[in-house]
């Protein structure tokens, strides 16, 4: 059986919730209305902002991570 190393675990995770996070982002923005593809060019609501920025958070985390794996 092949190990994951610890890494490729987090990055796993990551990219999981980021998945998860995509979804209940463009769920949310077209239950109001938006085109989620627009999300940068619209004032959001406190709620989409919030998952917004999370998005973008784990987006920079694994953008760090393929830097750093390299």
């Given at each position: 059986?092949?190990?994951?190393?610890?890494?490729?675990?987090?990055?796993?995770?990551?990219?999981?919730?980021?998945?998860?996070?995509?979804a209940e982002f463009d769920r949310?923005?077209?239950?109001?209305?938006?085109?989620?593809?627009?999300?940068?060019?619209?004032?959001?609501?406190?709620?989409?902002?919030?998952l917004y920025a999370e998005r973008?958070?784990?987006?920079?985390?694994?953008?760090?991570?393929?830097?750093?794996?390299?």
């Open positions: 059986m092949i190990a994951m190393s610890p890494i490729n675990t987090e990055d796993e995770i990551l990219r999981e919730k980021l998945r998860t996070l995509d949310e923005m077209r239950a109001r209305g938006f085109d989620p593809a627009q999300a940068e060019n619209v004032a959001l609501p406190s709620h989409l902002a919030a973008e958070q784990i987006k920079a985390e694994l953008e760090e991570q393929g830097e750093t794996n390299d």
